[in-house]
Nanobody, 119 residues
Framework: QVQLVESGGGLVQAGGSLRLSCAAS????????MGWYRQAPGKQREVVAD?????????KYTDAVKGRFTISIDNAKNTVYLQMDSLKPEDTGVYYC???????????WGQGTQVTVSS
């Protein structure tokens, strides 16, 4: 169906930047939106940002990352990016790429990429 592969995670000092990439393949025709989620140690997975593939690429961000993270999509490459600036230790976690098909509510997930921000 849809395969998602994240990359770009790593270790960075507080205040630094990372750019995550999510390469999508498979049947992307019916995928309506994509997003980034993260899961900190011992915590539930939470949405970070999402973007519509259509409708002008409307974006949404969780309050914790507004002004610091930017989600974007390259439709030609079927790749979603998450530019993370001014990183904080609380941003640490495994970041997952998500793709959703609204017609049936089906979600697809990547394997995740670790982001560690040191203080």
């Amino acid at each position: 169906q849809v395969q998602l592969v994240e990359s770009g995670g790593g270790l960075v000092q507080a205040g630094g930047s990372l750019r995550l990439s999510c390469a999508a393949s498979g049947n992307m025709f019916s995928i309506n939106a994509m997003g980034w989620y993260r899961q900190a140690p011992g915590k539930q997975r939470e949405v970070v940002a999402d973007i519509r593939r259509g409708r002008g690429g409307i974006t949404k961000y969780t309050d914790a990352v507004k002004g610091r993270f930017t989600i974007s999509i390259d439709n030609a490459k079927n790749t979603v990016y998450l530019q993370m600036d001014s990183l904080k230790p609380e941003d640490t976690g495994v970041y997952y790429c998500n793709a959703i098909r609204w017609t049936d509510g089906e979600s697809y997930w990547g394997q995740g990429t670790q982001v560690t921000v040191s203080s």
